[in-house]
């Protein structure tokens, strides 16, 4: 019996890195997945890969019009929602007084109004069901800063105080609502923001050692660990948790450690 059994879950985000891990997860475990993405060859890919268990949605999260078709279509599908998992973003990097406001706007957007209208959708149907899990995922940097990041960080610090307030509203009617903190992603993210010939691995794994994490692990272990997560959650093994984050950070917020010093 799969931790995951009768369970259907929405994965947005879910056509490549992050998103694709968990649907693939959440599939093996027994769940009928919906992997929603704007990459509807990538997420259409992953769909037929998974199997008859694996829908693809066509879904612009920041569109509420597509919310209602996907979650509509779900529940005609498969009768229920019982897991979103808020895992679609966009990345913006550049200095504070460059970032021009269409591009904040567009982050925003896909970061802070799609989770929004995510749980907004889903919101009636798991009411009426009685439970539900929602997954939001935010990321290191919604819980610490790094230059170059004033729209993508402040919707992922954002993204943790919606939790808050959903888990707080919902919790009456048997929904859970939880923040997922990664330090880690899918270099698909990065790259476009990478000066000429960094590789994003590389680039991830010197500021982590600069930090704190002794952590070796690959960019594809980091996913399988952030989905493991993530499955924890969706699933009624976090019975008692709400309203709160997990970390998946390899120790980055734990501080710093200082080579030449004991213990260093
Ligand atoms: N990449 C990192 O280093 C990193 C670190 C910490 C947290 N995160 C978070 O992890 C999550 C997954 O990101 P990832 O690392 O897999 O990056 P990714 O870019 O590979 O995946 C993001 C997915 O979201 C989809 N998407 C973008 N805009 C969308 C929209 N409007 N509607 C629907 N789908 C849309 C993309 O097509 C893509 O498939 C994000 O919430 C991200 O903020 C990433």
């Known amino acids: 019996m799969g931790r ?3 369970k259907v879950a929405i994965v947005t985000g879910a056509a490549r890195g992050t998103g694709a891990a968990t649907v693939r997860l959440l599939a093996a475990e027994g769940a009928r997945v919906v992997v929603a993405d704007v990459l509807e060859e990538a997420g259409a890919a992953v769909a037929a890969e998974i199997g008859s268990e694996a829908h693809f949605a066509a879904l612009d999260v920041t569109r509420e019009a597509d919310w209602k078709r996907a979650v509509g279509e779900t529940q005609q599908r498969w009768g229920a929602v019982d897991v979103l998992v808020n895992n679609a973003a966009v990345l913006h990097m550049e200095a504070l007084d460059e970032t021009r406001l269409e591009d904040f706007e567009r982050v925003v957007a896909v970061n802070q109004r799609g989770p929004f209208l995510g749980m ?17 995922v935010s990321s290191i940097d919604g819980m610490s800063a790094k ?5 993508y960080a402040g919707t992922k610090w954002a993204l943790r105080g919606m939790t808050r307030v959903a888990a707080l509203e919902l919790g009456k009617f048997g929904i859970r609502v939880n923040a997922v903190c990664p330090e880690a992603g899918s270099g698909d993210m990065l790259s476009p923001f990478m000066p000429e010939g960094v590789d994003p691995e590389l680039a991830a794994k010197y500021s982590q050692r ?8 690959s960019i594809a272990d980091k996913l399988d660990d952030i989905a493991r997560m993530i499955l924890f959650l969706a699933s009624d093994e976090s ?24 213990g260093g």
Not at 147 to 151: T, W
Not at 210 to 217: A, D, G, N, Y
Not at 244 to 257: K, Q, S
Request: charged letters at 20%.
């Open 4 to 6: 995951m059994q009768d």
């Open 147 to 151: 230059n170059a990041l004033v729209a």
């Open 210 to 217: 600069i930090l704190s994490s002794q952590m070796e692990r």
């Open 239 to 262: 019975a008692s948790c709400t309203g709160t984050d997990f970390l998946v950070d390899g120790g980055y917020l734990a501080g710093f450690r200082f080579k030449q010093t004991p």
């Open 120 to 136: 907004k959708s889903v919101a009636p149907l798991m009411k009426q069901a009685g439970r539900g899990s929602i997954v939001n």
